[in-house]
């Protein structure tokens, strides 16, 4: 956070963001923690294969459903009452939450064409859907894209089998840190 204070760039990476929760939680976190990183250069990259959950993520409209377990005070801090299409209630993020958060379509099999490096990448529960000779093509991809001591977060059933071989040392049960190439 020193050097984004100090005019330093931070990017986070959500890879298979799903319906668009894990990066709303990840820009929360950090805004009640470091509010002032809503003013510094801190970006979210939120991505996933299908264009409609990336269009359903970019609307950051969520019924009381998908908030289950947002505790009441986040609730009423970072979403505003409102209505699906439908009339059901629903619950809007604040236009500044997501503007933290940029939506993309992106296939983790096709070339990436992100240029900057990450911070961290939040790839949790996405690595499960692929065979084994997948995953250890796309863990270097991974690595390259990652800065010197950034983190790579994996779902709470994914492990990458041998970290160092991968450029990645162990920093916790599903959290590897990047190594020197």
């Known amino acids: 956070l020193d050097d984004l204070r ?33 003013n510094l250069d801190l970006l979210i990259l939120a991505t996933d294969i299908d264009p409609k959950v990336v269009t359903y993520a970019k609307a950051g409209l969520y019924s009381e459903r998908l908030l289950h377990g947002l505790p009441e005070k986040l609730r009423q801090r970072y979403f505003t009452a409102s209505q699906d299409p439908r009339g059901a209630p629903a619950f809007l993020a604040r ?27 939040f790839c949790r ?11 250890r093509a796309l863990w270097p991809r991974f690595r390259r894209s990652l800065c010197r001591d950034g983190l790579l977060f994996l779902g709470h059933s994914e492990r990458i089998a041998t970290p160092a071989s991968f450029g990645f040392a162990g920093a916790g049960p599903t959290t590897y840190k990047a190594q020197s190439i």
């Not at 990066?23 to 009640?32: K, N």
């Not at 503007?99 to 096709?110: D, F, G, P, T, V």
């Not at 529960?125 to 995953?135: G, K, P």
């Open 95 to 121: 236009p500044d939450l997501l503007a933290m958060i940029r939506y993309k379509e992106l296939n983790l099999l096709a070339p990436w064409p992100m240029a900057a490096h990450f911070n961290a990448i």
């Open 6 to 38: 100090k005019g330093g760039a931070v990017r986070i990476w959500s890879a298979g963001c799903s319906n668009g929760q894990e990066p709303l939680s990840i820009a929360m976190t950090l805004l009640e923690r470091f509010p002032e990183t809503a």
């Open 125 to 135: 529960n996405t690595m499960i859907y692929f065979d084994a000779e997948t995953q």
